[in-house]
């Protein structure tokens, strides 16, 4: 595996300045989050920063890496080409900086979908993509407080606005997206989303 010197310099040939610095802020956010929740930070921190690894691709060279890396796309997954970075971003990952931990590559495969298969460092990732200090919705900042106490709870705000602007926005919803908002209510065995608070 790279060290994560090696990786950032990788990542500057990648990703536009512009999406290198989001991955900054990620990677810095969820090393505090990481840091607080004594998790493994250098794990945390490799795949905040490589997340987005893809995301400057066109479609075409995406489509092309979907199929150099044998990717095995579903029918909804092929009808949410905004998704396929991160399915693609994972391969990457593992093929170009060596990286064979399966916590670190679901984490990026599953950065954009979320899935009821992510831990904690998958979800931190998740949560610390979406509310980066660039992220300025009013809602999204309101979330902050959340993180430091409950991960759970905050990552279920998130599925539910996420879900919400996708209903809104007749958008497709990927299965995975809801068994990940199903996983965390069952694991409270919370049946009722209105006992959440
Ligand atoms: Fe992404
Ligand atoms: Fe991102």
């Known amino acids: 595996m790279m060290n994560l010197e090696q990786i950032d310099n990788k990542l500057k040939e990648m990703m536009t300045k512009t999406r290198y610095q989001h991955a900054c802020r990620v990677s810095l956010l969820a090393q505090k989050i990481a840091e607080y929740y004594n998790l493994p930070i250098q794990k945390t921190m490799i ?94 900042r309101k979330l902050h407080e959340k993180v430091w106490e409950d991960i759970d709870l905050a990552m279920l705000e998130l599925l539910n606005m996420e879900l919400q602007y996708l209903i809104c926005n007749k958008l497709i919803i990927h299965p995975d997206t809801l068994k990940a908002r199903n996983k965390i209510l069952m694991d409270r065995r919370v049946f009722e989303i209105g006992k959440i608070r």
């Open 47 to 140: 795949s905040a920063l490589t997340h987005d690894c893809a995301k400057d691709y066109s479609l075409e060279e995406l489509k092309n890496l979907v199929d150099k890396y044998n990717i095995k796309l579903n029918k909804v997954e092929k009808s949410i080409p905004k998704i396929w970075h991160a399915y693609v971003g994972a391969e990457m990952v593992k093929d170009i900086f060596m990286v064979d931990d399966w916590e670190i590559l679901d984490a990026i495969r599953y950065h954009s979908t979320a899935s009821s298969k992510l831990g904690l460092i998958g979800k931190i990732v998740y949560i610390a993509d979406k509310i980066e200090p660039n992220r300025k919705l009013a809602k999204i």
